[in-house]
């Protein structure tokens, strides 16, 4: 089993829908977890921070599943700009340094 | 945006070259770091490098040689790499080795014929 699982898509949505996507990880002792997005050719650029509380950003809301181990991201009323591969991250602690653990991605293409 | 830059954007190389890809950091951080991207895989994490000292090398092979003569410089030295190397080679900062936001420059795009 990968450490970050996400589903590659493409997610193909219409301007203006809601999509939401899952990543699960397999470390129950994960600390921390981000959103990250990366455009076509470009780096990856944090999106946002995961709580566990769930957080919003405008139209960006994370949410943490701890028994589930699985984060969530859900775009609302979501924008031509938005399309983009969203990168879900985990951070382990080990025995003395973090590391963070990528998933693929999963590609997001909104259409007019 | 400048805070994390790389050198060359593009580079092709022979299987019997030597190149070095060049990283540098404005943000002040004290810890940067390599990390391999190929398509539809994960981000792999090469090294990483924490006020100078190296705290992580994942099992990459001794043809990717780093070095890191300060906080702010990072360099990735090649020799005889394999086409299956081809790939986005990135280098991110971050303020320290915890769970701190990763700051990516813009990738070096690595061809070896």
């Known amino acids: 089993r990968k450490e970050v699982e996400q589903d590659p898509g493409p997610f193909n949505v219409p301007e203006g829908a809601t999509v939401a996507f899952n990543c699960t990880y397999s470390n129950s002792a994960s600390q921390s977890f981000f959103w990250y997005r990366q455009d076509c050719r470009k780096e990856p650029k944090l999106l946002m921070s995961v709580y566990s509380s769930g957080n919003e950003d405008g139209r960006f809301t994370a949410q943490l599943n701890r028994a589930s181990q699985y984060i969530s991201l859900l775009i609302r009323d979501s924008k031509l700009s938005d399309s983009a591969t969203y990168l879900c991250v985990v951070n382990n602690r080990g025995d003395s340094n973090y590391q963070l653990i990528w998933g693929a991605g999963t590609k997001l293409i909104i259409k007019p | 945006e400048t805070g994390v830059t790389q050198t060359p954007r593009h580079l092709v190389m022979g299987m019997t070259n030597k190149k070095s890809l060049k990283c540098e950091q404005h943000l002040g951080h004290n810890a940067m770091y390599w990390y391999k991207q190929s398509a539809k895989k994960p981000l792999e994490l090469m090294f990483v490098?924490?006020?100078?000292?190296?705290?992580e090398n994942n099992s990459v092979p001794s043809r990717f040689s780093p070095e890191c003569p300060n906080s702010s410089h990072l360099f990735l030295h090649l020799h005889t790499l394999q086409p299956e190397d081809s790939a986005l080679y990135l280098c991110?900062?971050?303020?320290?080795?915890?769970?701190?936001?990763?700051?990516f420059g813009p990738g070096t795009r690595l061809t070896v014929l």
């Open positions: 490098y924490n006020f100078k000292e190296q705290t």
């Open positions: 991110a900062s971050s303020p320290g080795q915890g769970p701190d936001t990763q700051y």
